[in-house]
């Protein structure tokens, strides 16, 4: 802190021990991805038996798969820069609470049409929420916690997948698919209440913001009650603010080739991990494993995920390298090919399908949290929105490929052959970024961002 009238909000949070009230922010936004993570994995796991009911070819079943993340990638673009201009609670609830109407109205879809439009609208809200709920958290962790907490807040995606397959399990057999999406519908609509009431704004957000000096403090005395803030109190965060078109700021100062290569990072990363998401369980069932079964062994991927998030946020905390997210994806391009050379083997399945979920989802929060880290508050939310926007661009081509492959002669092996090549590729994205970071910080220490 420079003086006893002018605080360093990063300091300030960096400096002071980590709160109760920190933990409840991480805390919300953990509980509000988690019900999102239910909803997006939900119509993978149903996939075959809304095709059998409504009568739907397997190739249309591309369309409905991916219409939700088609959805989350105008999403990620629109609302994730909004987030930015027009604070991130706001856009966080309404995102939330586009998620509860879209997947009420899925639950009373009765055409490959009504399928699509209803799983848009849902993906929107989903797309809108991650980046703001990720620059949210990002903005009220100390440094040497960022990372971890960053990855809890994205497994809470996993999280989320993994529950909604256990529940997909049980409820399917007693009260039919719909019934799944009217939970979804339900859990998002009491979450956007409780964020309502509960859920502060970005502190840095506010301290941009003229004219918000007291709720500041109110919210620093919550942070650090022990600590003195005067009412004269001058607080400051980066001196950097967003002008014109933000986007076009994430290649300036030294940012260029580390922006390339996230992007092309989360997009072959989310193409394998959506092409993994939605066509698991029909690709076992197609095996001639139960679907139950299926199910279950699918929700494996979104469990090692957790596992893979906790693991990779520790390490990045300590090293904060791109090198450790590399390696990730080396070693998940190897899982995912044996997930096609498996054949019937439950427990050659089990064992690649989590260890697939542990380096492809896990890498995602790690990339998650790198992003975050890579750039100033004022583009914060822009920055990993944009690098989401773009990665849900191989989010929906991931079903499409496994709807162009599967169906042919040897296809399974074949998909999952390709899929591990790209997610190779990701790794080497990831290599070529840690230089790129390297090069981006040496630019920041030399004032272009301060």
Same mark, same amino acid.
């Given at each position: 802190m420079r003086d006893s009238s002018s605080t360093d909000i990063r300091e300030f949070i960096d400096l002071n021990p980590f709160s109760?009230?920190?933990?409840?922010?991480?805390?919300?936004?953990?509980?509000?991805?988690?019900?999102?993570g239910f909803d997006v994995q939900a119509m993978g796991y149903v996939a075959p038996v809304v095709s059998r009911e409504l009568h739907i070819a397997r190739a249309a079943l591309g369309p409905v798969l991916s219409s939700s993340l088609l959805g989350m990638m105008f999403g990620a673009l629109a609302l994730g820069p909004l987030g930015d201009r027009?604070?991130?609670?706001?856009?966080?609830?309404?995102?939330?609470?586009?998620?509860?109407?879209?997947?009420?109205l899925t639950a009373a879809a009765d055409s490959v049409r009504a399928l699509i439009a209803f799983r848009l609208l849902t993906g929107f809200g989903l797309g809108g929420s991650l980046p703001n709920l990720i620059a949210l958290?990002?903005?009220?962790?100390? +440094?040497?916690?960022?990372?971890?907490? !960053?990855?809890? &807040?994205?497994?809470? =995606?996993?999280?989320?997948? *993994?529950?909604? #397959? /256990?529940?997909?399990?049980?409820?399917?057999?007693?009260?039919?698919?719909?019934?799944?999406?009217?939970?979804?519908?339900?859990?998002?609509?009491?979450?956007?209440?409780?964020?309502?009431?509960?859920?502060?704004?970005?502190?840095?957000?506010?301290?941009?913001?003229?004219?918000?000096?007291?709720?500041?403090?109110?919210?620093?005395? +919550?942070?650090?009650?022990?600590?003195? !803030?005067?009412? &004269?109190?001058?607080? =400051?965060?980066?001196?950097? *603010?967003?002008? #014109? /078109?933000?986007?076009?700021?994430?290649?300036?100062?030294?940012?260029?080739?580390?922006?390339?290569?996230?992007?092309?990072?989360?997009?072959?990363?989310?193409?394998?991990?959506?092409?993994?998401?939605?066509?698991?369980?029909?690709?076992?069932?197609?095996?001639?494993?139960?679907?139950?079964?299926?199910?279950?062994?699918?929700?494996?991927?979104?469990a090692g995920g957790t596992v893979g998030a906790l693991w990779l946020g520790w390490r990045i905390d300590r090293a904060l390298s791109y090198r450790i997210l590399a390696w990730a994806y080396v070693a998940a391009s190897a899982c995912v090919f044996l997930i096609g050379a498996a054949g019937t083997s439950v427990v050659l399945l089990a064992c690649s399908v989590f260890a697939s979920g542990v380096c492809v989802v896990?890498?995602?929060?790690?990339?998650?949290a790198l992003a975050a880290e890579c750039y100033p508050t004022a583009l914060r939310s822009t920055g990993v929105g944009w690098s989401l926007g773009i990665g849900r661009i191989g989010s929906i081509i991931g079903p499409l490929m496994g709807g162009a492959l599967l169906p042919a002669q040897g296809g399974a092996m074949r998909a999952f052959t390709v899929a591990a090549a790209l997610i190779l590729i990701a790794g080497i994205a990831a290599f070529l970024a840690s230089g790129a970071h390297v090069e981006a910080s040496k630019s920041v220490a030399a004032g272009a961002d301060s």
């Amino acid at each position: 802190m420079r003086d006893s009238s002018s605080t360093d909000i990063r300091e300030f949070i960096d400096l002071n021990p980590f709160s109760r009230y920190q933990a409840l922010v991480i805390g919300l936004c953990v509980v509000a991805v988690v019900v999102e993570g239910f909803d997006v994995q939900a119509m993978g796991y149903v996939a075959p038996v809304v095709s059998r009911e409504l009568h739907i070819a397997r190739a249309a079943l591309g369309p409905v798969l991916s219409s939700s993340l088609l959805g989350m990638m105008f999403g990620a673009l629109a609302l994730g820069p909004l987030g930015d201009r027009v604070g991130r609670k706001p856009i966080i609830v309404v995102s939330v609470l586009l998620v509860a109407l879209g997947s009420s109205l899925t639950a009373a879809a009765d055409s490959v049409r009504a399928l699509i439009a209803f799983r848009l609208l849902t993906g929107f809200g989903l797309g809108g929420s991650l980046p703001n709920l990720i620059a949210l958290n990002s903005e009220y962790t100390p +440094k040497r916690l960022r990372a971890t907490a !960053i990855v809890i &807040a994205g497994s809470g =995606f996993s999280i989320g997948a *993994t529950l909604g #397959g /256990f529940a997909s399990a049980g409820l399917l057999g007693r009260y039919g698919w719909r019934s799944i999406f009217v939970l979804g519908g339900v859990l998002p609509g009491v979450v956007a209440i409780v964020l309502i009431a509960l859920l502060p704004e970005s502190i840095r957000f506010l301290v941009m913001k003229a004219g918000q000096a007291e709720r500041v403090a109110r919210i620093l005395s +919550k942070i650090a009650p022990r600590a003195t !803030i005067s009412p &004269a109190t001058m607080f =400051f965060a980066e001196k950097g *603010t967003a002008r #014109g /078109f933000t986007v076009r700021q994430l290649f300036a100062n030294g940012r260029a080739r580390l922006t390339v290569a996230l992007w092309a990072m989360f997009f072959l990363n989310l193409l394998d991990l959506y092409f993994l998401n939605n066509w698991l369980p029909t690709v076992i069932h197609d095996a001639g494993i139960a679907l139950e079964k299926a199910i279950i062994i699918t929700a494996l991927f979104q469990a090692g995920g957790t596992v893979g998030a906790l693991w990779l946020g520790w390490r990045i905390d300590r090293a904060l390298s791109y090198r450790i997210l590399a390696w990730a994806y080396v070693a998940a391009s190897a899982c995912v090919f044996l997930i096609g050379a498996a054949g019937t083997s439950v427990v050659l399945l089990a064992c690649s399908v989590f260890a697939s979920g542990v380096c492809v989802v896990g890498g995602q929060t790690g990339a998650n949290a790198l992003a975050a880290e890579c750039y100033p508050t004022a583009l914060r939310s822009t920055g990993v929105g944009w690098s989401l926007g773009i990665g849900r661009i191989g989010s929906i081509i991931g079903p499409l490929m496994g709807g162009a492959l599967l169906p042919a002669q040897g296809g399974a092996m074949r998909a999952f052959t390709v899929a591990a090549a790209l997610i190779l590729i990701a790794g080497i994205a990831a290599f070529l970024a840690s230089g790129a970071h390297v090069e981006a910080s040496k630019s920041v220490a030399a004032g272009a961002d301060s």
